[in-house]
């Protein structure tokens, strides 16, 4: 059965409070750990927190000690109706440092909340004292966090963590994302366009496009998940890039192939003519934003490729 925090005895209370600075000082050991090596800046600060978590939890278990005795009881904080919930950091498979530092102003916030309220309930003077000063301290890293991207900033610290989050963005998403596309959106043109100038129906172009794009997304999204495990690369896990590079794919593929849906063969044929042209350009743009190819280069590139093939599916569609 769970209990309301105002049930709580002050005893009760002071061992929940030992168990959460406990508990919080273990969640900044592992934030640390997590982004040590790309973050330090933001890593050095986690484990300058979790000192003082520490600081506060030895505060609390000596104020316990001198007020009911030696032994501290164990209150499991999920017993606590409507008490404060922390997810674990080793459940978060992709943990960046922006949602790190929007969980500490959370855990901050719920804390210094949490001893007000005790504060207010516990007829202690000395006990009171404490938790009041504890809220206070709490504020205080809360304002630390939400001041952490302006003193980054400052030392040039942000600049140099924004840019590693960047490269892994792109190592991680962009590239896969990027793959899956261009040969989506490439490799599907001649066969969808061949079925089309082969048949005039719009229906067969349909089923063949479908048939071409979803069987690339699979065959890219394993190819891509089996490549590399991204240990040492540092792109990522390989079944989320896997995944990311096959959805891509199908919809590289899937994006002129709808078109044919409608009845009419050369309303069909000239709206997924418009469709190609948008995918080559969307494909050019991001190659140019995130890959640093100049934009005339890429559109150049894309385009030459995605014409070739484009001619190379009618010229046999129109053979046959």
Request: with cysteine; aromatic share 8%; charged share 20%.
């Amino acid at each position: 059965m769970s209990r309301k925090l105002s049930e709580l005895d002050e005893r009760e209370v002071l061992a929940l409070a030992v168990a959460l600075e406990e508990h919080d000082a273990r969640i900044y050991a592992d934030y640390a750990e997590r982004v040590k090596t790309e973050y330090p800046e933001t890593a050095q600060m986690l484990t300058t927190m979790q000192e003082e978590e520490e600081g506060h939890a030895a505060s609390l278990r000596k104020s316990y000690q001198e007020h009911y005795g030696k032994h501290v009881p164990h209150i499991d904080k999920h017993d606590i109706k409507g008490f404060i919930r922390r997810k674990p950091p080793w459940l978060t498979q992709v943990l960046t440092v922006q949602m790190i530092r929007r969980e500490i102003e959370i855990m901050e916030l719920e804390a210094m909340n949490f001893y007000e309220r005790a504060a207010k309930q516990t007829p202690n003077a000395a006990v009171s004292k404490l938790f009041k000063e504890l809220a206070v301290a709490e504020q205080k890293h809360e304002d630390l966090a939400g001041s952490l991207a302006q003193n980054l900033e400052t030392s040039g610290g942000r600049a140099r963590e924004d840019e590693t989050h960047r490269r892994a963005f792109i190592l991680q998403i962009i590239q896969p994302g990027l793959a899956g596309l261009m040969d989506g959106s490439v490799s599907t043109l001649a066969p969808v366009f061949a079925a089309a100038f082969a048949t005039h129906r719009s229906w067969d172009a349909f089923l063949v496009g479908m048939a071409a794009s979803i069987g690339a997304g699979i065959s890219m999204g394993f190819a891509e998940a089996l490549s590399d495990d991204g240990v040492i690369s540092g792109r990522g896990r390989p079944y989320i890039r896997g995944a990311i590079c096959g959805l891509m794919t199908t919809l590289g593929g899937i994006g002129h192939t709808l078109p044919f849906l409608i009845s009419g063969f050369w309303l069909a044929m000239w709206v997924a003519f418009a469709v190609v042209a948008v995918e080559l350009a969307v494909i050019s743009w991001i190659r140019h934003r995130y890959m640093d190819t100049p934009l005339l280069s890429a559109t150049f590139q894309v385009v030459v490729g995605g014409v070739l093939v484009f001619i190379t599916g009618i010229l046999i569609g129109s053979a046959g």
